[in-house]
T-cell receptor, first 115, second 112 residues
Framework: EAGVAQSPRYKIIEKRQSVAFWCNPI?????LYWYQQILGQGPKLLIQ????????DSQLPKDRFSAERLKGVDSTLKIQPAKLEDSAVYLC?????????????FGNGTRLTVT | AQSVTQLGSHVSVSEGALVLLRCNYS??????LFWYVQYPNQGLQLLLK??????LVKGINGFEAEFKKSETSFHLTKPSAHMSDAAEYFC??????????FGPGTRLSVLP
């Protein structure tokens, strides 16, 4: 099966600019996650979707970050305006969620550098 | 809320030596536990998971982990390290499949 697809792989922007990341999960996976991974740290959950509804966005900085999953398939994460501390790898993951122990399948991530 | 700690941000072993990466969790109820590996410029790949039943879990690439409820631990081991095992390793915990929480990671170096 095809894995989780993410684009772009790398993005360099100046602070206060906007940026968008795209994710296409594994076909049939109902649950989609966006994680932020700062260098040297573990991934931190930003938002979790179940189909096209938001399950958990408690750690999403909503003043600058937004995410959507139209039609319950692919998803877009946007940052506007970007800050220096947003420099990180943004990982998308999906899960079949047939049971609570279903693992996450990750894409290769988008490395964002804010200058 | 659940949490994960990984003792040792960097572990170095010689090729052929035992690998031991430590993971301890905090959870109000028995969680599901996972180990993931991350190679440079890649996403995380599942090594193994514990759900219920047998406490010794075998994964890919010769890795295994043992769930010890009394110690709230889920340490990852491999009898003999290979150069290709050099990577970042993350322990993760979830309750009912919601909000996977990851530890800070341990970087494994394998010396020739």
């Amino acid at each position: 099966e095809a894995g989780v697809a993410q684009s772009p792989r790398y993005k360099i922007i100046e602070k206060r600019q906007s940026v968008a990341f795209w994710c296409n999960p594994i076909s049939g996976h109902a649950t989609l996650y966006w994680y932020q991974q700062i260098l040297g740290q573990g991934p931190k959950l930003l938002i979790q979707f179940q189909n096209n509804g938001v399950v958990d966005d408690s750690q999403l900085p909503k003043d600058r970050f937004s995410a959507e999953r139209l039609k319950g398939v692919d998803s877009t994460l946007k940052i506007q305006p970007a800050k220096l501390e947003d420099s990180a790898v943004y990982l998308c993951a999906s899960s079949s969620y047939r049971e609570g122990s279903s693992p996450l399948h990750f894409g290769n991530g988008t490395r964002l550098t804010v200058t | 809320a659940q949490s994960v700690t990984q003792l040792g941000s960097h572990v170095s072993v010689s090729e052929g030596a035992l690998v031991l990466l430590r993971c301890n969790y905090s959870s109000s109820v028995p969680p599901y536990l996972f180990w993931y590996v991350q190679y440079p410029n890649q996403g995380l790949q599942l090594l193994l998971k514990y759900t219920t039943g047998a406490t010794l879990v075998k994964g890919i690439n010769g890795f295994e982990a043992e769930f010890k409820k009394s110690e709230t631990s889920f340490h990852l081991t491999k009898p003999s390290a290979h150069m290709s095992d050099a990577a970042e390793y993350f322990c993760a915990v979830t309750l009912y499949g919601q909000n996977f929480v990851f530890g800070p990671g341990t970087r494994l170096s394998v010396l020739p």
